[in-house]
């Protein structure tokens, strides 16, 4: 893999491209470009644009992701609730790391309404960013029960880590899905509109794809955003088995550099079991959190013999001094929907 680094010029999306640690973007005159060391010249991607405070952003809108740094285009909104701890305090963290004290003296958080995006990824960036990028998975058919399917380059994004841009090019993102759910219309601003295989697959996917609650707790300048996601129900051995699949995204909003070392998982099930889940690291690394690169990102996924249920627990964070803390993974629910065995591969044909 070609080595990666950042430097920008236009102070907008200054710290984006820095802590994204993904693509080498220059902007001159709002103009963006990008580059990694083994191309000999900047491919220019586009103008900036003034991010939205107020209002969404609509169907087409082409983007730079403020923290992983990536190129991508909106395919629709999401109005989900977000949760927010914002909890980070030493007074506040448990005795001794002890988990079910986390879990037991949570206090009620209310939530707030907040946008995300569903998104497509520029496939050219995939193999750059600190983020898994088939994260999006679907369970098969009831006759594969134990079939997942990804679809590559979907991505959820909130409002506030998009950086719209302009470009002149008809075909400004990669990706297999491009052609399929958009169309180009000249005049248009943005000059991308959904064909109506998008809303057909928003409407058959939709309980599959639908982003509803959002949690968010910060330990010790580590925060940890978690959203879960109902996948479905398959019969497994005369038992009804129910998938979750859940995202979390690890930042370091502070100045020392912190490393993942393990997981302490604690599953309740509404059938009455308690599963304890330990392990080094997560899904196959020990990513670093550094102000260069303070982001990590990754999906895993959950099945009970119970229609709800909840997961909360902890990571053991190492300093570079050697000492430890326990950054909380807040609580979250996971609560079934009715059941459909929609295949999303097979709306493709």
């Known amino acids: 893999m070609a080595a990666v680094v950042a430097k920008v010029v236009f102070p907008v999306i200054r710290n984006s491209c820095r ?50 740094g990536y190129r991508g285009i909106v395919l629709f909104p999401w109005l989900a609730r977000l949760y927010d701890r914002d909890i980070g305090t030493k007074e506040d963290r448990p005795v001794d790391g002890n988990i079910d004290n986390v879990h037991a003296g949570n206090k009620e958080v209310r939530g707030k309404t907040h946008t995300y995006y569903q998104v497509l990824i520029d496939s050219r960036d995939c193999p750059f960013i600190r983020a898994q990028t088939e994260a999006v998975t679907f369970l098969g058919n009831q006759e594969n029960s134990r079939s997942l399917y990804a679809i590559p380059g979907l991505d959820y994004v909130a ?50 794809l639908e982003l509803s609650d959002v949690h968010r707790e910060t330990t010790e300048n580590v925060r940890v955003t978690v959203i879960p996601f109902y996948m479905g129900c398959r019969e497994s051995q005369n038992s009804h088995v129910y998938w979750w699949r859940y995202c979390i995204r690890l930042e370091n909003l502070g100045e020392d550099t ?91 044909g």
């Open 19 to 68: 802590r994204s640690g993904a693509l080498f973007v220059i902007s001159f005159r709002n103009r963006i470009h990008t580059r990694t060391f083994s191309q000999r010249k900047l491919e220019t991607v586009g103008k900036l644009e003034s991010p939205k405070d107020q209002g969404k952003y609509v169907t087409g809108q082409l983007f730079l992701h403020k923290v992983f």
């Open 159 to 208: 409002h506030e880590d998009l950086l719209p841009y302009s470009s002149t090019e008809r075909n400004p993102i990669f990706h297999e899905l491009f052609d399929r759910f958009l169309q180009y219309e000249s005049g248009h601003d943005p000059p991308f509109s959904p064909k109506e295989t998008l809303r057909a697959w928003q409407e058959k996917n939709h309980p599959w």
């Open 258 to 348: 912190v490393q993942l070392r393990e997981r302490h998982w604690r599953i309740f099930s509404l059938s009455g079991t308690l599963e304890t889940v330990r392990g080094r690291g997560v899904v196959g690394q020990e990513p670093i959190l550094s102000k260069e690169q303070p982001a990590f990102q990754y999906s895993s996924h959950v099945s009970l013999q119970a229609p709800s249920g909840h997961m909360w627990g902890t990571f053991r964070m190492e300093l570079p001094d050697g000492h430890s803390f326990d950054c909380r993974i807040p609580p979250f629910s996971l609560e079934s929907k009715q059941d459909d065995a929609s295949n999303p591969h097979g709306f493709f």
